[in-house]
């Protein structure tokens, strides 16, 4: 299909009605979030009405199956509509990664009769979701979680079969805000075969969420530690096989680190986008500092890295529709577009030059945002180790 163009963005979008979805998308990023961003960000608001909104319009369950009130659009579309939220505020493209993460497990692997009685209100409901794997003690070594469930044998009447959960996940995003929960927990012995995975109730009874972490960036978006306290759940909650969790999760993860790299590519598009109007502006020595080449070459760069991060995560995002392996692509398009969206806010602030390094102009808080996505859903070095798996094996032991 033609190049659709805006913003000084090229698109090649597959159809008409990905279009139309992108151009639903911009409205709503220039009417709704833009506007709104920096202040929010800096009162630490999170945009709950914001996301109700998103919900209402299809955009929290683009890649999912609309037999369950879905999208039904490939990641190569909703990757894009991820980025332009981002671009807005990375705050609001985030939390759509996340609550799609969220919902990863159950669209995946629940039952015909699990995702009928929940998925609808999960995609479309106006629900938020929360993904909880890591733990205060196991993050890179997400395997060595210790939140534990145990199938209570002694009940009686509904009860009877429960899981009860106890112990602590960490740095989720949407703690103690979320609706639902995917959880993985510990349900047999050490290691990666001994997890299952559970969909718990915001509100469950047992359920509570530490204050959120005071960060760097991302104010706006709470991360929280959440504590299972004797938290029950259905056995008709336990998605997949008992012992299965643990390869849910990462398969889900494979999936999320697109969802970081196109986050990370509006990031650094909005960057850029404020760098080059700046320097278009701003004159000195009689002259926009535009004209000065080693400007224009920092520009230059930075155009140049955008645009590689945004075909690589398009490239593994087309591997994922077309039903081949993506796991390195995505691994590689998580470690590139992090490390450029660092680079590029890096160099938008020196662009700026001394306004760059004030709050009155939003470079230094994609700055601060930026540092973070290097550090989630897998730090980068993770990434590499990803990678050169791929390429040469596992380590030997």
């Known amino acids: 299909m033609a190049d659709s163009t805006a913003d000084g963005v090229?698109?090649?979008?597959?159809?008409?009605?990905?279009?139309?979805?992108?151009?639903?998308?911009?409205?709503?990023?220039?009417?709704?979030?833009?506007?709104?961003?920096?202040?929010?960000?800096?009162?630490?608001?999170?945009?709950?009405?914001?996301?109700?909104?998103?919900?209402?319009?299809?955009?929290?369950?683009?890649?999912?199956?609309?037999?369950?009130?879905?999208?039904?659009?490939?990641?190569?579309?909703?990757?894009?509509?991820?980025?332009?939220?981002?671009a807005a505020r990375l705050t609001v493209g985030l939390g759509a990664s996340v609550h799609t993460l969220s919902c990863h497990a159950l669209a995946g692997y629940g039952t015909d009769e699990q995702r009928a009685a929940h998925l609808p209100a999960m995609l479309g409901g106006g629900l938020l979701g929360a993904y909880c794997l890591s733990e205060p003690s196991a993050g890179s070594d997400a395997a060595a979680l210790r939140t534990r469930a145990v199938r209570d044998t002694q009940g009686e009447g509904e009860a009877a079969g429960d899981w009860v959960i106890d112990g602590t996940k960490a740095w989720i995003t949407h703690g103690g805000i979320a609706d639902f929960c995917t959880v993985m927990a510990r349900t047999g012995g050490a290691g990666a075969r001994g997890i299952t995975a559970f969909l718990v109730p915001g509100d469950a009874p047992g359920l509570s969420a530490a204050p959120p972490e005071r960060k760097m960036g991302m104010k706006g978006s709470p991360?929280?530690?959440?504590?299972?306290?004797?938290?029950?759940?259905?056995?008709?909650?336990?998605?997949?096989?008992?012992?299965?969790?643990?390869?849910?999760?990462?398969?889900?993860?494979?999936?999320?680190?697109?969802?970081?790299?196109?986050?990370?590519?509006?990031?650094?598009?909005?960057?850029?986008?404020?760098?080059?109007?700046?320097?278009?502006?701003?004159?000195?020595?009689?002259?926009?500092?535009?004209?000065?080449?080693?400007?224009?070459?920092?520009?230059?760069?930075?155009?140049?890295?955008?645009?590689?991060?945004?075909?690589?995560?398009?490239?593994?995002?087309?591997?994922?529709?077309?039903?081949?392996?993506?796991?390195r692509c995505a691994a590689m398009a998580k470690l590139f577009c992090t490390d450029a969206a660092m680079r590029v806010t890096t160099d938008a602030v020196q662009v700026l030059g001394g306004y760059g390094y004030t709050a009155d102009f939003s470079v230094e808080r994609y700055l601060r945002e930026a540092k973070m996505l290097q550090i989630v859903e897998g730090t980068n070095q993770i990434q590499r180790v990803v990678i050169a798996r791929h390429l040469v094996g596992p380590e030997s032991r």
């Not at 369950?61 to 894009?80: H, N, S």
């Not at 991360?223 to 029950?232: M, N, P, Y």
């Not at 080059?276 to 000065?292: K, L, M, N, S, T």
């Open 10 to 86: 090229e698109r090649r979008m597959p159809t008409d009605e990905a279009r139309e979805l992108l151009s639903l998308v911009r409205d709503i990023a220039r009417r709704e979030i833009a506007p709104h961003a920096a202040e929010e960000e800096a009162a630490g608001r999170f945009p709950r009405e914001l996301f109700a909104l998103l919900s209402r319009s299809g955009l929290l369950g683009l890649p999912y199956d609309p037999e369950y009130g879905g999208g039904g659009q490939p990641y190569e579309v909703y990757l894009q509509v991820l980025e332009e939220l981002a």
């Open 223 to 327: 991360t929280a530690q959440l504590h299972f306290d004797g938290v029950r759940v259905a056995d008709d909650r336990r998605l997949g096989a008992e012992g299965q969790g643990f390869a849910i999760a990462l398969d889900a993860l494979d999936s999320g680190r697109l969802g970081i790299a196109a986050c990370a590519v509006g990031l650094a598009q909005a960057a850029l986008d404020e760098a080059v109007g700046y320097a278009r502006e701003r004159r000195q020595f009689g002259r926009p500092i535009a004209d000065f080449q080693g400007l224009r070459f920092l520009l230059a760069d930075m155009a140049t890295q955008v645009e590689a991060g945004r075909a690589l995560y398009l490239e593994a995002a087309r591997l994922r529709d077309e039903g081949r392996p993506f796991g």
